[in-house]
């Protein structure tokens, strides 16, 4: 059974393109636009991988971690997902629990490796 | 303040009282200004974050085509939409510089000091400018400082500011021309680091010296440019430097090339 990914993201725009690239890829896309609907989400289906977009309209992004930890629903992995490049917004996401803090627009090179580095 | 004003009091208090009233009034256009200003620089921010999202998935799409994910593409397809990514790619970067000139101007960013070698700090920028240099058969040298002491600062920062410097060298030297950095040291006991990036270009006349360190200015501001960007590599540079509590300026006369300097603490001062 291949693998399925959690892409949170509130722009349809990205979330399309990341889940063509996630099919094609071969693993199985789940998508969740908000914090309340990334909750349902990861809670109602195992999740291996959440691709997880910090600025979302409910809320940070780093909610979502908070209560999938509590519900004991947490993925094997969270790639976090910024479009700041600071040291401080880097250091809440580790703090949170994500495996890695990409930069957006991530190059899909880039992406599709951290996600099987992740699932090995 | 006329000779009858400062014998009759009556004229005096007038007089203050005008004052007082202009000062006021220069005080709220400041404020306004200020408030402006802000305005201005929450406008960019919003809008160079709202340009970054449309532009991620752009660059994404592209590539999953550039990669052949959706099928085989031909040579010239695959140039195509590799110009797609390439042009997305530049203007990215000059939304990044937006937003980096856009935190500056907030005071919003922080320096992480760390000890380390500029040397190789240099040698790092230089590999990644390589490419872009030698599409116009122009080199990049680092001409000394290998027995230099390591630099107590941010190496991201400084890694911008010596991208961008090299990146306009690149950007203003005609073909052939060479580009290179050299270090000296100065101060009392020489711990101060002078970083020059020098180029044999086109060079900058005397006038505009202040000019390009000022946020949105180009020398050659028309529509007909031949040099694009946002006009804030500069003083972002300026602003990264000084954070450091250091100083850049440039030496340069039209037709003679240019040499931009920026110092640096060097650790024995931290």
């Known amino acids: 059974m291949s693998a399925r990914i959690l892409i949170v993201e509130d722009s349809p725009l990205v979330t399309e393109a990341f889940s063509i690239l996630f099919t094609e890829a071969g693993y199985e896309v789940d998508t969740a636009a908000t914090v309340a609907e990334a909750i349902e989400r990861g809670t109602s289906e195992v999740v291996d991988v959440m691709i997880l977009d910090i600025s979302l309209p409910d809320g940070s992004g780093l909610e979502v971690l908070g209560a999938l930890r509590d519900n004991g629903s947490l993925p094997r992995a969270t790639l976090a997902m910024t479009g700041h490049n600071d040291p401080v917004s880097h250091r809440k996401c580790i703090e949170a629990g994500c495996a890695e803090v990409l930069l957006k627009p991530v190059p899909i090179a880039e992406l599709l490796r951290q996600i099987k580095r992740h699932l090995q | ?270």
Request: charged share 25%; net charge positive.
């Open chain 2, 1 to 270: 303040m006329s000779m009858s004003d400062r014998s009759d009091p009556a004229a005096l208090k007038k007089r203050l009282k005008t004052l007082e009233a202009q000062t006021k009034e220069a005080q709220r256009t400041v404020d306004e200004l200020k408030a402006r200003d802000a305005l201005k620089t929450q406008f960019l921010s919003n809008i160079s974050h709202d340009l970054r999202t449309p532009l991620a998935a752009i660059i994404t799409h592209a590539e999953i085509l550039r990669e052949g994910m959706l099928g085989d593409l031909n040579t010239k397809q695959r140039d195509s939409v590799s110009g797609i990514v390439n042009g997305g790619q530049q203007l990215l970067d000059m939304i990044d510089e937006i937003l980096t000139y856009v935190r500056g101007a907030s005071d919003q960013v922080t320096l992480v000091r760390t000890t380390f070698s500029i040397t190789e700090v240099v040698d790092q920028v230089r590999l990644l400018n390589q490419a872009l240099a030698a599409k116009k058969g122009l080199t990049i040298e680092r001409l000394n400082g290998d027995d230099l002491p390591p630099v107590y600062a941010d190496s991201d920062k400084l890694k911008h500011v010596l991208g961008n410097l090299i990146g306009n060298a690149i950007k203003f030297t005609p073909e052939g021309g060479r580009i290179w950095i050299r270090f000296t040291r100065r101060g009392r006991n020489a711990d101060e680091l002078v970083v020059e990036v020098g180029d044999t270009g086109r060079g900058i006349s005397r006038g505009n010296h202040e000019l390009i360190f000022r946020e949105f200015a180009q020398v050659d501001a028309s529509p007909s440019r031949p040099h694009h960007g946002t006009g804030l590599g500069l003083a972002i540079a300026r602003k990264l430097v000084e954070l450091h509590y250091g100083t850049i300026w440039v030496e340069s006369e039209l037709g003679k090339g240019s040499r931009f300097f920026f110092t640096l603490p060097l650790t024995a001062t931290k």
